[in-house]
Each structure stands twice: as structure tokens, then as C-alpha cells.
Nanobody, 125 residues
Framework: QVQLVESGGGSVQAGRSLRLSCAASGYTDNNYCMGWFRQAPGEEREGVAAIYTFGRSTYYADSVKGRFIISQDNAKNTLYLQMNSLKPEDTAMYYC??????????????????WGQGTQVTVSS
């Protein structure tokens, strides 16, 4: 089992930055891929960014490319999402996720079997 705990959310004005963190605990050796997802009220959960643990390849949704950066500190078992130039449309609950198997579509939620409880990000104009 893997436990994921997000932190770092909050309310900011448009154009500002936030950094989300996700602390992983439990049996993390098999975390093949980790990702950030978000879900706004009435919307489907969407993949924001993902990183392969071993190859460090990264993937981003078109809506956040050039603004968000995903990174991972394996020594601390922590995943990060640096969010710059935030926009009101980035407002959502952000979730950390981990996949313990082969992940062919890293921005698709069905690929992940462990999820955190989420942290709220609110961006005002």
C-alpha cells in the first residue's frame, strides 16, 4: 500500500505561483509513475502533469505547458508541482497519484491505483 498526502494549496491572485507537494509513504519502491490531476466542480478529473520515476520523463497537459513543472525527490519520497503564472481556470482540487504498474498513458486517471485526498487551489482574477 502507498499513502499519498498533498499540501501547498491555497488562494492566490492570477499571475502568482504556488508549489504543491505530495509526500508518499508505505511501499513506494514500485511507484512506476506519479502524476498530478485536478478536478473543478462539475468537471471531469484531468491529468495535469506526470513523471516516470526511473527515466524521469515528464508529461504535461497542453493547458499548463510552460507554466507548471513536475519534479520528484526520491530521497524524500516527495512529488512536487511548481505552478507559475496561475490563471483563474487553474482553480480546482489537485490530487497526487501513483501507479505501481506499467503506465502507457500517464495523464489518464485509470492508469493510477493510489490517490491522495487532494489540496484546493483557488486563483482569483
Amino acid at each position: 500500500q502507498v499513502q499519498l498526502v498533498e499540501s501547498g494549496g491555497g488562494s492566490v491572485q492570477a499571475g502568482r505561483s504556488l508549489r504543491l507537494s505530495c509526500a508518499a509513504s508505505g511501499y513506494t519502491d514500485n511507484n512506476y509513475c506519479m502524476g498530478w490531476f485536478r478536478q473543478a466542480p462539475g468537471e471531469e478529473r484531468e491529468g495535469v502533469a506526470a513523471i516516470y520515476t526511473f527515466g524521469r520523463s515528464t508529461y504535461y497537459a497542453d493547458s499548463v505547458k510552460g507554466r507548471f513543472i513536475i519534479s520528484q525527490d526520491n530521497a524524500k519520497n516527495t512529488l512536487y508541482l511548481q505552478m507559475n503564472s496561475l490563471k483563474p481556470e487553474d482553480t480546482a482540487m489537485y490530487y497526487c497519484a501513483a501507479s505501481s504498474g506499467h503506465t502507457a498513458a500517464p495523464l489518464r486517471s485509470f492508469e493510477y491505483n493510489y490517490w491522495g485526498q487532494g489540496t484546493q487551489v483557488t486563483v482569483s482574477s
